[in-house]
């Protein structure tokens, strides 16, 4: 049975060697991207497209045409490879229309090999848009699926390669055009020859070194390799083999594939990433009795470790979240959309009025629309069923970086000796799934400064909270956040200081101050403020210029070169327009040196400045110290609530953890 996708629903493969057909009308150039478990595209060594149509199980057309056959091998991927983006655009510098909003809507298929139609999906909705991220085949514990996408680009190929964060996006979109205006040139100027004596001609365009090209004209790559280093099997000097066993035209001048040793060694971005031995294997899962889905196992995605595995894991539960979230929402509109349509077409047809056909016309129409939204709900609640065993055997294997206030493992604490990948900071839930909450988890260091909002609102459970109990809450709510980041960094590495100019935050304050893990006592009174916003300032023009001038030992001695968070409390209080000037600076310039900063503000008390604070308040990660659903993902559109990470009342936690982190600073200093 084939599965009719709409934009955002996937399904499941259970075949490893598939073909996708595209059928366009019209002449369209199809390629594919393949990105690892965070999404991003290493290099142009990771597109196949009509220059370089051939990729580590993947092979795709070399020339515009309006029905392409694309021949994916899933289990001929580089373990690497956890996405395939299935890409099509309209050619550009070759005549014919310029957008797909006058053309019929693009349709694809997913098949097997003997032609067994998997999945479909129909692109509607394009209007100025040339370039069309149209499926998504993804990697989710051990098991492939596909994801109808449909994201436009008005700008074409270029805006498409930059929003998957290429820098070489319009250099590569550039190349590909230039190989499909050269492979129409072709189509009309060879001559025509016998089917035994065809030649596949290579069209890619040439890359230079700094491209993962050749590094010299004439150079022949060396023989493909395999995901796990060794020469893939083949002859010397033949052309690597097509996921299907064809030979692929061999050009000296294509990229690396991935998995290739050609173009230098991979440059990971996360820090502490070894590179001494391939990744520890995840976990194995017990077997799933027959028709069951597998039992979930914490850990079980990619990573160099549990902390990096459990990380991967919680995001890839966020994302299976808002696809089947996307997909019911979806499914219900069009049964919303199609009872409309249909009881419009009863009542406007003067036949169907009489004899009760009406009335039959429109009974038909409500059940057919049950019958959807059934079928819709009955998905949804088997994906969120996964979802929510797999969050139970998660949440209590998580550190206490990822871990809420309430896990034991808190109780357990030490502090540690190095920085983790990530700090939990709350949880998200949508509406239809209040009970399913999905770890907030932002990297570290900290790119962007934090936010908690102390403005009037309404809690989401319909009870009022008032102004001063709102402020309270939000000056907790940064003390616990900030007694968090203190215990996931190791001794002596991170530190705070507080500005209260009113002093109107000393009750939320005094686990920080009875600690002693502050840098001093909260500054209080516009003294106070100019003082510490000094101090911090001359931090980040020292630090960046020893950086510019390549001398980081240069730095003055005894300068702490631990990481610094700065909270301020009941802003503008205290701040004149020199003050403010200088918290704008260090929101902008400290993330990357090193300093951090943590408002909890009222933005409506501060709109005496006028639109001149603006930048600050969208460059802040913005928090609520009550359930809120201010969050929106961009990627799906959906407004996810997000709760704060509060500690338990009447619990002890955030005092015995304040406690051994004050010990392990006395002793480091």
Do not use: C
């Amino acid at each position: 049975m084939t599965a009719e996708l709409v934009r955002g629903q996937n399904h499941p493969l259970s075949q490893a060697r598939l073909e996708i057909r595209v059928s366009a009308g019209q002449p369209v150039v199809a390629g594919a991207t393949l990105s690892d478990e965070h999404g991003k595209v290493h290099g142009v060594e990771w597109v196949a497209h009509p220059g370089a149509p051939t990729l580590p199980g993947l092979e795709v057309s070399r020339q515009a045409a309006a029905a392409h056959r694309l021949a994916v091998d899933l289990g001929a991927m580089p373990e690497a490879v956890h996405r395939i983006s299935v890409l099509i655009a309209l050619p550009t510098g070759v005549g014919g229309p310029v957008s797909f909003g006058g053309l019929a809507a693009p349709f694809l298929a997913v098949t097997g090999l003997d032609g067994s139609e998997v999945a479909n999906y129909t692109i509607t909705g394009l209007e100025a848009e040339s370039a069309v991220v149209a499926l998504e085949l993804y990697r989710r514990q051990g098991a492939w699926k596909v994801r109808a996408v449909g994201q436009g680009y008005a700008g074409g190929l270029a805006d498409l390669f930059a929003d998957q964060g290429l820098p070489e996006a319009r250099q590569l979109a550039a190349g590909i055009n230039d190989a499909v205006a050269q492979g129409l040139a072709r189509s009309v100027q060879a001559p025509r020859t016998t089917d035994g004596d065809r030649t596949r001609h290579a069209a890619a365009p040439t890359l230079g070194a700094d491209q993962g090209g050749a590094a010299a004209q004439g150079a022949v790559p060396p023989p493909p390799v395999s995901p796990y280093g060794t020469p893939a099997p083949g002859v010397p000097g033949q052309p690597p083999a097509s996921p299907y066993g064809t030979p692929a035209a061999t050009d000296p001048s294509a990229a690396p594939q991935p998995g290739s040793t050609t173009g230098g060694p991979v440059d990971y971005s996360h820090p502490r990433r070894q590179t001494t031995a391939p990744p520890p294997p995840p976990p194995t899962a017990p077997p799933a009795q027959p028709g069951q889905p597998a039992q979930p196992v914490a850990g079980d995605a990619t990573g160099w470790s549990m902390d990096e595995r459990l990380y991967n894991q919680v995001w890839g539960m966020f994302e299976d979240l808002a696809r089947t979230m996307a997909a019911y929402r979806s499914a219900v509109d069009f049964a919303d959309s199609r009872m409309e349509k249909e009881l419009d077409q009863a009542l406007s047809d003067p036949r169907s009025r009489i004899g009760g056909q009406s009335d039959a016309a429109r009974e038909a129409a409500r059940a057919k629309h049950t019958q959807l939204v059934d079928q819709a709900r009955t998905a949804l609640d088997r994906d969120l069923a996964q979802l929510t065993a797999e969050a139970d055997v998660v949440e209590p294997a998580l550190p206490a970086a990822y871990a809420r206030w309430d896990n034991p493992v808190w109780h357990g604490y030490r502090v540690p000796m190095e920085i983790p990948m990530a700090l939990r900071l709350g949880d998200l839930h949508l509406p239809e799934a209040p009970q399913l909450r999905i770890p907030m988890l932002v990297r570290l260091p900290l790119e962007r400064g934090l936010w908690i909002d102390s403005g009037r609102a309404d809690s989401l459970d319909g009870s009022f909270t008032d102004s001063h109990e709102l402020k309270r809450l939000a000056m907790e709510s940064a003390v616990a956040h900030a007694a968090r980041l203190l215990a996931v960094y190791p001794a002596g590495e991170f530190t705070v200081h507080v500005i209260d100019p009113a002093g109107s935050g000393g009750q939320a304050l005094v686990p920080l101050v009875q600690t002693g893990v502050l840098a001093g006592p909260p500054a209080l009174g516009a003294a106070g403020v100019v003082d510490v916003l000094a101090r911090l300032t001359q931090r980040v023009d020292l630090v960046q210029m020893a950086v510019r001038g390549g001398a980081p030992d240069a730095l003055p001695p005894g300068f702490d070169t631990s990481e610094q968070l700065l909270i301020v409390n009941d802003f503008p209080h205290g701040f004149d327009d020199r003050a403010v000037n200088q918290l704008r600076y260090l929101a902008d310039e400290g993330p990357a040196v090193g300093v951090h900063l943590m408002m909890v503000a009222d933005r409506e008390e501060a709109s005496a400045y006028g639109p001149l604070l603006d930048p600050l308040w969208r460059s802040l990660l913005r928090l609520s110290p009550v359930p809120d659903d201010h969050l929106a993902d961009p990627w799906v559109g959906h407004a996810w609530t997000y709760e704060p990470s509060l500690v338990p009342q009447g619990s002890q936690v955030l005092q015995q953890v304040l406690n051994q982190v004050a010990a392990a600073r006395t002793k480091y200093t």
